[in-house]
């Protein structure tokens, strides 16, 4: 006897009542369409010959850059400040991001977490600000300098790390750590040999991506004083030396491309 073919499946329907997604993507459109529709958007304007001319115009200003030597160290000394300032603020976030994840996430099926919502709340409100407010405020107690920019990087991050660094560790496997409960382990002793060693590289590479992120806010901190090449972009870019902001940028262009070549670099290790 011949056996009978399967039936061609049906491809989806574009758009079904039932399908959540849809309803998503229907409102995120009529949301996009609205957005376009409210703001006063010169189009005409900024497509047209003068703004093309003004803009050639103001690009010609940055050429030459300033590549005389005295500049040229006081900007290699700005690029490390800047340096330090994400990398001390991004390893000040991480400690304090793990310290917040613990209370913040659900170790096993029978942990209570307490603490879990509050801590949370805390995280949110810790991202909810950004890095240019939090130095903003910052620079009122801890004056003008690179010490404001460094704690407002750590404060905002520490936010952001400690809700990727929760989820993580609720998401871990619970095998491993269930065995050692088992066995009467303590739960200090289960998250260092259970837990830590599975979500390590992961919270590694999260680590690693924000520093990335926070090199970039750390060039713009210093428009508010908070030191670094954003300073002197600030400052040379208020005085309409061209020459030299275009210097500071090319600067900040380096600095970001290297930092995310290593970071990418050293993810890759960490995840093979």
Not at 48 to 59: D, I, K, N, P, T
Not at 71 to 95: D, I, K, N, R
Not at 196 to 209: C, E, F, G, K, R
Request: charged share 10%; proline share 6%.
């Amino acid at each position: 006897m011949r056996a009978t073919p399967d039936p061609i499946p049906v491809p989806p329907s574009l758009f079904s009542a039932r399908c959540r997604a849809c309803w998503f993507c229907a409102a995120l459109l009529v949301l996009v369409v609205a957005s376009f529709a409210s703001l006063n958007l010169q189009w005409a304007q900024f497509f047209s010959l003068e703004a093309a001319r003004s803009m050639g115009r103001f690009l010609g200003e940055f050429f030459p850059p300033d590549t005389s030597p005295a500049f040229l160290a006081q900007v290699l000394q700005a690029t490390w400040e800047t340096l330090a300032m994400s990398a001390l603020g991004t390893v000040l976030a991480a400690a304090a991001g793990l310290l917040l994840a613990l209370p913040a996430s659900r170790l096993h099926d029978g942990d209570a977490a307490r603490g879990r919502g509050p801590v949370r709340l805390l995280l949110n409100a810790l991202r909810s600000v950004p890095e240019l407010v939090w130095a903003s405020l910052l620079l009122i107690a801890a004056g003008l300098g690179p010490f404001a920019g460094t704690l407002a990087l750590a404060t905002h991050t520490a936010g952001v790390l400690g809700r990727l660094f929760a989820e993580a560790i609720e998401n871990a496997p619970s095998g491993p750590g269930d065995a050692l409960r088992v066995q009467g382990v303590g739960p200090v002793r289960v998250f260092l040999y259970a837990t830590l060693p599975q979500v390590l590289p992961q919270l590694m590479s999260y680590s690693l991506y924000r520093w990335e992120n926070n090199i970039r806010a750390a060039a713009v901190l210093g428009v508010v004083g908070a030191g670094g090449l954003g300073q002197m972009l600030s400052f040379h870019m208020g005085l309409f030396q061209m020459g030299k902001t275009a210097t500071v940028l090319l600067a900040m262009l380096a600095l970001v491309a290297l930092v995310d070549l290593c970071s990418y670099v050293w993810r890759r290790q960490l995840t093979r």
